[in-house]
């Protein structure tokens, strides 16, 4: 959000960004005006509006820590390589650990291995290493096709 720029506001309205509030250089507020008749995201004017935005309470919000599992290998099939060294293969970014991750407050009350989806993100589940106050939360699987991505653009992995 920006001055004078307008976003859809995920299950709400379209809102424009008037003016913010700083405190020690950080935003702590910002202003918006909404259009009340675009209830549910949708202009009945027909204006387009590129963004649309979701948020979660930060101050409502529970804690976890994220742990981004991505592929073990590099290649789809390690142990079909001519060298035959599938070690070679493996992807350094296999896990990434987010800490101090912030999820909306009723991902509080589920148990280890209880999945769901985090919108636009992926498929998740609660880690068995979770603890009362310490959320743990594992991607299975991510919604785009990664596989798909490299045999159409080989040079970008």
Not at 32 to 51: L, N, T
Not at 84 to 97: E, I, T, W
Request: charged residues 30%; glycine residues 8%.
């Amino acid at each position: 959000m920006a001055p004078g720029h307008e976003v859809r506001l995920r299950s709400a309205y379209l809102a424009t960004c008037t003016g913010f509030k700083k405190e020690g250089g950080k935003v702590v507020e910002l202003t918006c005006k909404i259009d009340p008749a675009s209830k549910g995201g949708d202009a009945p004017d027909g204006r387009k509006v590129k963004s649309t935005i979701h948020w979660v309470s930060a101050r409502h919000a529970g804690d976890a820590e994220v742990r981004l599992y991505d592929r073990l290998f590099t290649v789809e099939d390690p142990a079909g390589q001519k060298d035959g060294n599938f070690k070679k293969y493996l992807n350094p970014n296999s896990l990434k650990v987010l800490a101090g991750c912030k999820v909306e407050p009723a991902l509080k009350n589920l148990k280890p291995l209880e999945s769901f989806q985090f919108e636009r993100l992926g498929y998740f589940c609660v880690n068995p290493d979770s603890k009362p106050g310490r959320l743990v939360i594992n991607r299975t699987i991510e919604l785009r096709d990664t596989w798909a991505k490299i045999q159409k653009h080989p040079d970008k992995k």
